[in-house]
C-alpha cells in the first residue's frame, strides 16, 4: 500500500471524527476502535490490503486484539493468503471471550481451511461456528456454506449414535414355552425376551474422485457396534447370560463407482463391499456383497431406483449355514406437494444354504412418508415395513417354517435443540414376528434416543 493511499484512508477516518466532534484542528489521532472501522469498510469495498495493513498496525499495537486477528484473516484470505488467515483464526479463537467473538473466531478458521483446501476440518470449524451463531440468520448462512464445503469435499463421513430401551434386546421367544411333537417343552431364559438397554454406536466414511465428467470412484469404510445392559428383571430370567454374550461389532471396506451417460441424473452405480461380523466377542461371518443400481428421474417429483444385490456369507461358529443371498429391490420415490416425501420399496430375496433353516425365499414390501417441514419446530417421519420369509424346513415340524414380521417407526428429529450441529432425533419402532413356530414369535417395542447433523 502506497503512503498516499494509507494517508487518504486515515483522513477519511479523521473527517468522520471531526464532524461526528464538531471540532477542528490540523493533526487528529485515531483511536483503535477507529483504526478499526477504516479496515471494516476498507474489506466492505473490496480494498484488502488496506484492510491487511490497518489490522498489522493494530497488532503491532496489541498482539492479543482479537477484532484486529479477525480482520487480518478475512484480509489475508481474500489476498491467497491462507497460511496467515489460518493462524489469525485460530489466534482470534484462542482469545475469545464472548459467543459473538467465538462464532466471528470460528467462521473466519473455516473459510481459511475450506479455501486451503482442507474441507473437513472446515465443516469441523463450522460446526463450531453454528454453535455460537447469534441469530436464526447467522444459522441459515452457516447451514449454507455448510453444504455448499461438504458438496466440494472429497471425503464423506457420518457419525451415528443411539441409546434404545427394549423389551427384547436377544430377539427372543414372547412365549416361555414351546411344542414338539405335541408335547410342551419350556424354553431356557436365554431364549426368551428379555428387557434391556441397547447403546449402538457407527462411523463410515467414503473418498470419491472423478476420473471424468461421467465416472467418479469411491472408496470407504465402516464401523458398526451393539453394547447392552440387561435390566434386573433379565438378569433374574436368565442367570447365566452375560450382556457382553449379546454384543456385536461389524466392520466394512467399500470400493465402488458411479457412471453418468447423457442424463447425469440417472446414474448407474455398483458397490463391492467386504465385511466382517462378530457377535459375543466371537467372529460370526465373513461376507462380501455386490450391487448393482440403477436411478430413473421421472420428471420433477418422481424417481425409481432399481437395485441388484449379491451376497456370500461365510459362516466362522456354523459351515453349513454359510449362505448366498440374491436381492432385487425397486424404490418409488415422490414429492407429495410442497410437505413431504413419500417412498415405497418392493423387493425379492433368495438365500441358498446347506441349511434348511437358513435358506428361504422372502418378499418384502415397505412405506415411509417424511415431512419436508417443520410441525412445531420438529420433522417428522413415519415408517411402515413388511416382510414374508418361507423357509426351506422347519428346526422342529415336519411342515417348512413361515414367518411374517411387521415393523412400524416414527421419528421426531429436532433441529432447534443442536449441539455444535447436531440435533436431537427420537424414534419409536414396534416390531412383530408371527411364525408357525411359536419360538420364532417375537416382540420388540423399542424407543432410541439418537443424534444426526442438522446441516
Known sequence: MSPARLIRWLALCAGLALAAGGASAEEVTLT????RAAATHALAVGDDRTAL??????LARDPQ??????????????????????????????????????????????QALSSNGQRT??????????????????????ARDFRYVRSRNPWSTHLRFGITPSSNINNGSKSDTMVIGGLPFLLSGGAQALSGLEISYGASTRYSRDLSEKLTLHLGGAIEGKAYRLSDSARRKAPDLSASDLAYQAVQLSLGATMRGARPGNPLDA???LGKNYYGGAHLADYAELELSKTVTLGRRNQLRFSLAAEEQWRKDRADRSSSALTGQVDWRTRVGDVGLLQLSLGLRDTDSDSGTVAHSAQIAALDYRFTKPVFGAYLGLSAAYESRDYDQSLFAARPRRDDKLMLGATLFLPEYDYYGFAPEISLSVVTNRSNEAIYETEDLGLTLGFRSAF
Open 271 to 273: 458397490t463391492l463391499n
Open 53 to 58: 495493513h490497518l489490522a498489522g498496525a493494530l
Open 121 to 142: 476440518r472446515a465443516q469441523l470449524w463450522l460446526r463450531r461456528a453454528a454453535q455460537f451463531a447469534p441469530d436464526e440468520r447467522a444459522e441459515a448462512m452457516i
Open 32 to 35: 483503535p476502535a477507529e483504526m
Open 65 to 110: 486484539d482479537g477484532a484486529a486477528l479477525i480482520l487480518q484473516s478475512r484480509a489475508a484470505r481474500n489476498l491467497g493468503d491462507n497460511a496467515t488467515a489460518l493462524k489469525a483464526g485460530r489466534a482470534a479463537w484462542r482469545l475469545a471471550r464472548s459467543d459473538s467473538d467465538r462464532y466471528a473466531a470460528a467462521l473466519v478458521t473455516a
